[in-house]
């Protein structure tokens, strides 16, 4: 008997029919073959290794690649792949705004309108009127190099990632002590201590290794929160939310004054170190334990440790980086380390701040990479938004400071921007100042959402063009390692995992026709990202906006202009900042109407950054943001608070957790429902980085009962 197939039923009846007649004679629609794929997640930067098993074009399975360089790790995110993939919110056509409603309409219909009203825009305001903003998905991906090189072709300078909120501070202080970025040292014989991170939320892969360090007693945590890692480690010190500096500081101070540093060390590669160890004797430990809340005890404990079982290595996570003054909390950390003699032969191996032209001395060379396949975009004329105030932002990471882009907006400075290109972005529920950052959004002449979901961002747009997933198009899968000092060269694109949904089309594809609607088809040349990135890349000229940077002694271990971990920055004095890594506390300092500090944004177990939210499996063991608040704060768990600040006010459920440093209470970012950006600013910037000082907000809560609230 010949079997039939689901092919030959619909030939053979009404389509209609073809179902219930298939149901009715017994038959079964055959399988489609099974096919298994290997690959990488790149939900998160760990990039684990997956295999992906489809039948047809649906994800049936995901696990972990035994292979890879994980070794068959996966999380819950990693499994969650196959939901991502085929949500039922995913945007399945772009959208055009027709009033208050998106509607579907034509690839060609949509790219011709974002041409045509960004060619306006341009012409009223200068090319420089467009910013355009990426996410998480695509940091150190080559999108963000085609790009920028997007950006440059139009005109402008305002490319914006996600390091104008993350991660960028902290390298920015590496560099201006140390010369340049570099990762923690994981081995267990080393000491290491997590400094604001909490590595199993956010790098769940790793988080074996810690334990082991936690065995071995080697792990320390500094944070406001007693974390599952905190629990396990040799000391936890409960810092109060913003007092990171003074506590590096004490803690060198007690170092240097009990001659427990490496002296060798400081004496061959250290400079400033007199300044540095004066400016730290305002930090005895009376006074550390009164600004920090760590007692004496532990302080001197802590101290010993440090001083007399060698480096000494620190994992520094966004607690540290998102206050008022995070990159001189950096450099602090970075001073501790270096007095604990960290930067040895092996770290020098473990640099990552890419090598510039050895011609001698060379200028201070960016964190980043910048090459640009040929034919090479004219330069561009305009200084990014930022440049002006934080010039040292835009020397390390050549972009534009995506906080001050609701100024920019509202009020012009330092010039008008009325365009914006979000790509895998949603900075309604990701960035600070929620309430005037919307109004700057409203305010857009073009908001265009390049994304495989309707965010609460793209929910304000003109036009949303539906995106693929990373799953669905072709990868570049980085060696990591040998890829950190050559991405172009060692990255090698995969096959996708699973076909297209819909009609998203790939991010890069995306651009590159974007491109040819605005006639700018000239610098996007390839029918492929393969072929994009197989072209010749040369690096980018110096944009004739650049002042001369400072230059840095090419053949010295470290690329400092001294040549030497400098705890006196010259880079720092040279643009008017202190040299030193001044600790001063948050700013506005609590009071007695504002009694506590509110800590934003620490990831929560189900989600990363806004991403998840509408994942079934996730979403059910996490339904809503919570406040948590210590039991002393006088609350139940389940009621009802309003969180107040100067620049908001916040409904939230609260959940009592004695893990919470009693002066603190914590909130999650990524939800669009009761965002906590409504009740953070964007105006509150570190003056070296811009980062907002989410971390250490003045606030109080209210109870609420019956419309009416009651301070504690
Ligand atoms: S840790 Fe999870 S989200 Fe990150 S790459 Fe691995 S599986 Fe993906």
Known sequence: VKKLTRRDLFKAAPIAGAAAAAGALGFRPAAEARVTTRGVCRFCLLHCGIEVTTEGSRVVRVQGDLQSRTRGFICQHGYALPE???????????????????????????????????????????????????????????????????????????????????????????????????????????????????????????????????????????????????????????????????????????????????????????????????????????????????????????????????????????????????????????????????????????????????????????????????????????????????????????????????????????????????????????????????????????????DPFLTASGRLADVVLPASTFAEGPMVDEERGAARRNDDADTRVTQALVQAQHDAWPDWKIVFELSRALGLGAYFPWASLREALQAKHVPYMEDAAHQPRPRVASSARFSTPTGKVELVSTVLEDFGYPGLPEWKPPEPAPNAEYPLLLVSGPREAGFINSQFRGAPSIRAKVPEPVLRVHPSRGFESGARVALVTEHGRLELKVVVDPAVHPDAVVAPGGWDVASVNAVTSAELLDPISGFPAVRSTRCRLEACRLETCSQR
């Open 84 to 450: 991502v993939v085929h949500a039922p919110e995913r945007v399945r056509t772009p959208l055009l705004r027709r009033g208050e409603r998106l509607v579907p309409v034509t690839w060609s219909d949509a790219l011709a309108f974002v041409a045509a009203r960004l060619e306006q825009v341009k012409q009223r305001w200068g090319p420089e009127a467009l910013m355009v903003q990426t996410g998480w998905p695509l940091v150190r991906h080559p999108l963000v190099g085609l790009l920028h090189r997007f950006c440059r072709a139009f005109g402008s300078p305002n490319l914006v990632s996600v390091a104008s909120l993350c991660e960028a501070s902290l390298r920015m202080g590496q560099a201006l002590t140390a010369g340049s970025k570099y990762p923690h040292d994981l081995q267990p014989d080393r000491t290491l201590v997590l400094w604001g991170a909490n590595p199993s939320r956010a790098a769940p892969a790793l988080t074996h290794a810690l334990h082991r360090s936690a065995e071995a007693r080697r792990l320390f945590v500094v944070d406001p929160t007693r974390t599952d890692l905190a629990r396990r480690a040799a000391e936890h010190l409960q810092v109060r939310p913003g007092s990171d500096g003074a506590l590096a500081l004490g803690l060198a101070h007690l170092l240097i004054s009990q001659a427990r540093y490496d002296a060798a060390f400081v004496a061959e590669h250290v400079s400033g170190f007199d300044a540095f160890a004066r400016y730290a004797e305002d930090f005895p430990p009376q006074r550390v334990a009164a600004l920090t809340s760590v007692g004496v005890e532990q302080l001197e404990r802590v101290a010993r440790r440090f001083g007399s079982e060698g480096p000494v290595h620190i994992w520094q996570g966004l607690g540290v980086e998102q206050h008022v003054h995070g990159v001189q909390t950096v450099r602090a950390l970075v001073a501790l380390e270096a007095l604990t003699g960290a930067f040895d032969e092996a770290w020098a191996k473990r640099q990552l701040t890419p090598p510039g032209p050895r011609f001698g001395d060379e200028p201070l060379p960016a964190l980043y990479r910048m090459a640009t396949p040929e034919p090479v975009p004219p330069p561009v004329k305009a200084k990014p938004v930022g440049y002006d105030e934080l010039p040292l932002f835009e020397v390390y990471n050549r972009e534009a400071q995506g906080n001050l882009f609701s100024r920019a907006v509202l009020e012009g400075k330092p010039y008008p921007v009325r365009a914006l290109v979000l790509v895998a972005s949603n900075p309604v529920t990701t960035a600070p100042g929620g309430a005037r950052l919307l109004e700057a959004m409203r305010g857009l002449e073009l908001l265009v959402s390049i």
